[in-house]
């Protein structure tokens, strides 16, 4: 493929995601006029998704004998054909008896072509990251398995009986028979899927180990965004419930720190600002946990000192109101010390 053919394909895919994006809104407007008001998730989700492309794009097209370009592309698209595809099928839910075309091709394809864009994320990535190649030829048999657990994932689900997205509609093409060993079937999809996303992520602490210079510094911007997410898995319950704004920002943020940080490290920009990213990420962060835990505990203890002695279960706006005074005092000589450190 010459360079002009896939800075063309590129773009054109990228462009498809947009017009995809575009489509999607367009659904969610029309949603939300007709009395069915979607959450801020469904708002916020495809503009992450427009940042995602044109990184996705960039990369594809300047480097087009670079597979992680495509993989990005690839996973755009299909992410965004999968929001398109659920707002499609709620409006055709809301509107008047389903006025749609294509409502039940639609559904079935809600129900499985998700799991081709999230392995080309969470496996064949990290396989080929950051110069397009595997780290030896003993990785491809985690390539094949790759391949070989989204195929049977995709038609499994392609054709397992039941509601597709908690949408209140069965798989069009549900076979019945499945539905006896679908137990077995998602229990042995799921320790594989795992082994290959463990083997894939095991593949990129192994070049890590084994890079030097520049390359040891683009897995560090990877592996700065990716060590981010099991942190949010820890703390994004009580976000959610204490804000869903909060939450679907921070989520979507994310989201978008992945092909933002392969962008950077395969167009090699600013790559040696990591190690101060990932400093200051630590410093602040662990500041940040710090004083959330002081605060939270001191109203919790304060609250329960304030029930034992009075015997009322509301304690008085002014507790909550001295309690962030206190946290607000101790924040600020830290982070004045946090400046002043070595460390940053």
């Known amino acids: 493929m010459s360079t002009r053919t896939a800075s063309w394909l590129a773009w054109s895919l990228c462009g ?43 990369i594809a097209s300047r480097q087009r004998t670079n597979p992680v370009g495509w993989f990005l592309v690839g996973s755009a698209v299909i992410l965004a054909f999968q929001d398109f595809m659920f707002q499609y099928t ?78 209140g509609i069965v798989n069009p093409l549900g076979i019945e028979t499945l539905q006896s060993i679908s137990s077995l079937i998602n229990n042995v999809l799921f320790v594989t899927l795992f082994a290959v996303i463990f083997a894939s992520a095991l593949s990129l602490v192994f070049r890590f180990r084994h890079s030097r210079g520049q390359e040891r510094q683009q897995i560090k911007w990877l592996a700065f965004a990716a060590a981010l997410l099991p942190v949010w898995l820890v703390v994004n319950f009580p976000i959610e419930s204490f804000s869903p704004l909060l939450f679907a920002v921070v989520d979507n943020l994310l989201f978008m720190s992945i ?21 200051r990420t630590l410093v602040y962060g662990s500041l940040t946990l710090m004083l959330a835990l002081l605060y939270f505990g001191g109203v919790t203890a304060t609250q329960a000192l304030f029930t034992v002695l009075t015997g009322q279960v509301e304690q008085p706006q002014l507790v909550i109101v001295v309690s962030t005074l206190v946290i607000a005092a101790l924040f600020t000589p830290l982070r004045r010390r946090i400046k002043t450190s070595k460390m940053v």
């Open 90 to 167: 709620i409006y055709n839910q809301v509107s008047d008896s389903g006025v749609l075309p294509l409502g039940q091709e639609m559904v079935w394809l809600l129900s499985w072509t998700y799991i081709p864009g999230f392995m080309l994320l969470v496996a064949l990535l990290p396989l080929y990251f950051p110069n397009g190649r595997l780290l030896s030829s003993r990785w491809r048999w985690v390539v094949r398995l790759a391949f070989l657990v989204t195929i049977v994932y995709a038609v499994n689900s392609a054709f397992l009986p039941g509601e597709v997205k908690d949408l």
């Open 16 to 58: 498809l995601t947009l017009a995809l994006i575009a489509c999607t809104y367009a659904f969610v407007v029309l949603i939300t006029i007709r009395g069915h008001p979607t959450d801020v998730y469904s708002y916020l989700t495809p503009l992450g998704l427009v940042s995602c492309a044109l990184v996705r794009g960039v």
């Open 259 to 279: 092909p933002v940080a392969v962008g950077i490290a395969i167009l090699k920009y600013r790559l040696y600002d990591i190690d101060r990213i990932i400093n």
